[in-house]
Nanobody
């Protein structure tokens, strides 16, 4: 069982930056691929970024070049650095974990989810 707790969300002006963190419980964090997803009001949850167990990195086209995912296995934490934020990035951001490296861009492949952190970008 893995418990995930996100932090770092908030209100920021367009063009600004935020860094989200997701702290995981347990001693086998390195055995999990980690993903970030987001859900805006009235919209489906969508893939943002993922990092595999071996460090392979994947991004949605909408965030490529602006967002950076990273992980620190010693701290059981995955990060999402978000630069050049746009109003359309406004959403609740969720981190997720799966004990495999399969279909990392699909929410259905993840076993564990955090409760989310709100990111609001004002224009």
């Amino acid at each position: 069982q893995v418990q995930l707790v996100e932090s770092g969300g908030g209100l920021v002006q367009a063009g600004g930056s935020l860094r989200l963190s997701c702290a995981a419980s347990g001693r086998t964090f390195s055995s999990y691929a980690m993903g970030w997803f987001r859900q805006a009001p009235g919209k489906e949850r969508e893939f943002v970024a993922a990092i595999s167990r071996s460090g392979g990195i994947y991004y949605a086209d909408s965030v490529k070049g602006r967002f950076t995912i990273s992980r620190d296995n010693a701290k059981n934490t995955v990060y999402l650095r978000m630069n050049s934020l746009k109003p359309e990035d406004t959403a609740v951001y969720y981190c997720a974990a799966q004990p495999r490296d399969y279909g990392l861009q699909y929410a259905s492949t993840y076993d564990y989810w955090g409760q989310g952190t709100q990111v609001t970008v004002s224009s």
